[in-house]
Antibody
């Protein structure tokens, strides 16, 4: 059974940093791209970032470019996002997501974690 | 950047009725990389439809997707009580990869 389990969320002050993790199991993690998608309270979904299977190709939404860094440790089956210079508008539930349809860039996501809440507030 | 606009706003229907949700893209999606998700309160999104018209694994056949170019539709043929939720469309653009969601349509019980 595929499982994605996010952790690391919490309350952080504006300008602060936080690192989220997503522990994956039930599939060969090193073979698939992974993404982060977020949802502000009461709002819609927003794609944040994606990383390829090997970890050497990454892309970001304009809203987080230069502040967030996605990475992965295939030996630990874990996805990360390092979030720096956090703003109030980064407050959201952050989901990790993937699909096992192919090993390239994914056009959609079948598997989602349960999400972890990040609150940026003083 | 492609913008997805969903309509109608909140949609109020009764169980047993047919629901038709629309997603319009600001530019043509030449590869039909259009997906639909269902989200219930406190839950992660659930993939319903991918490639505009393909049902994801485990999705009941009362859900169907159609459309091409700039106009896409999610149809729920006969609403069940568990279908009342928020629905999002999502598109994928390659080179570089970029993903956009519509603003969502809330399907509520009348």
């Amino acid at each position: 059974e595929v499982q994605l389990l996010e952790s690391g969320g919490g309350l952080v002050q504006p300008g602060g940093s936080l690192r989220l993790s997503c522990a994956a199991s039930g599939f060969t993690f090193s073979m698939y791209t992974m993404s982060w998608v977020r949802q502000a309270p009461g709002k819609g979904l927003e794609w944040v970032s994606i990383i390829n299977s090997g970890g050497d190709s990454t892309y970001y939404a304009d809203s987080v470019k230069g502040r967030f860094t996605i990475s992965r440790d295939n030996s630990k089956n874990t996805l990360y996002v390092q979030m720096n210079s956090l703003r109030a508008e980064d407050t959201a539930v952050y989901y990790c997501a993937t699909d096992l349809g192919n090993s390239g860039w994914l056009p959609h996501w079948f598997y989602w974690g349960q999400g972890t809440l990040v609150t940026v507030s003083s | 950047e492609i913008v997805l606009t969903q309509s109608p706003g909140p949609l109020s229907l009764s169980p047993g009725e047919r629901a038709t949700l629309s997603c319009r893209a600001s530019q043509s999606l030449s590869t039909n990389y259009l997906a639909w998700y269902q989200q219930k309160p406190g839950q992660a999104p659930r993939l319903l439809i991918y490639g505009a018209s393909n049902r994801a694994a485990g999705i009941p056949d009362r859900f169907s997707g159609s459309g091409s170019g700039t106009d896409f539709t999610l149809t729920i043929s006969r609403l069940e009580p568990e279908d009342f939720a928020v629905y999002y469309c999502q598109q994928y653009g390659s080179s570089p990869p970029i993903y956009t969601f519509g603003q969502g349509t809330k399907l509520e019980i009348k």
